[in-house]
């Protein structure tokens, strides 16, 4: 089975300073992971992904996420946050190995950048 | 190029109505999928579609219906609409199952009283 974790319902940060969006993932196999965004009223926007390769991946927007393996994590990371970076942003995991098993996503976690 | 459309974008039903959410793709994306968002729970699958023909449950098909006669469009059908049922609902697709780049509708907007 294949799930996934965003520990934090809330985040806030200042406009300006650093953000980390968490994900923690659980697969049998190697992962697929997927980071979306959702402004209000609209549907979810892809942002990134990671199949493999480099453990650093660069998505849209100046968002990034590492892959960590040993901690099964892909947290996401912008280094100076935006006031109009404030949205629902969901992690989704699959596994490899799963053949036409669909993406699970997580609860969301609500990024909030005050100005 | 218009992606994933649906329709309509807010609905309100009463207990024991039936109704369709439509949704139509012009990506000629052989994957499509519905799910349902709700406050503290995130996003969960209802039903999807790896082709024409095809249509597979979710984690939430109880009270939902689809079909798949061609590439394009995927209607969801609640057949006797519940209080349980209120929340919003996105369709999604992409090129095929394997490449899950989801594309999202705007997303249908359902109060079941």
């Known amino acids: 089975a294949q799930s996934v974790a965003q520990p934090e319902d809330q985040v806030n940060v200042a406009e300006g300073n650093p953000l980390t969006v968490k994900c923690t993932y659980s697969?049998?196999?190697?992962?697929?992971l997927f980071w979306y965004v959702q402004y209000p009223n609209r549907g979810l926007q892809f942002l990134l992904k990671?199949?493999?390769?480099d453990n650093l991946v660069k998505g849209s927007y100046g968002f990034e996420a590492e892959f960590n393996k040993s901690q099964t994590s892909f947290h996401l990371k912008k280094p100076s946050a935006l006031v109009s970076d404030s949205a629902l942003y969901f992690c989704?995991?699959?596994?490899w190995g799963s053949g036409n098993t669909p993406l699970v996503f997580g609860k969301g976690t609500r990024l909030s950048v005050i100005a | 190029n218009a992606g994933v459309t649906q329709t309509p974008k807010f609905q309100v039903l009463k207990t024991g109505q039936s109704m369709t959410l439509q949704c139509a793709q012009d990506?000629?994306?052989?994957?499509m999928s519905w799910y349902r968002q709700d406050p503290g729970m995130g996003l969960r699958l209802i039903h999807y579609?790896?082709?024409?023909?095809?249509?597979d449950q979710g984690e939430v098909p109880n009270g939902y219906n689809v079909s798949r006669s061609t590439t394009e469009d995927f209607p969801l059908r609640l057949l006797s609409a519940a209080p349980s049922q209120t929340s919003v609902y996105f369709c999604?697709?992409?090129?095929?199952?394997?490449?899950?780049?989801?594309?999202f509708g705007s997303g249908t907007q359902l109060s079941v009283l």
């Open positions: 579609s790896v082709g024409a023909g095809i249509t």
């Open positions: 990671y199949i493999t390769g």
């Open positions: 999604a697709s992409s090129y095929r199952a394997t490449n899950e780049k989801l594309f």
């Open positions: 990506m000629n994306h052989e994957y």
């Open positions: 697969v049998s196999g190697n992962p697929y």
């Open positions: 989704a995991v699959r596994d």
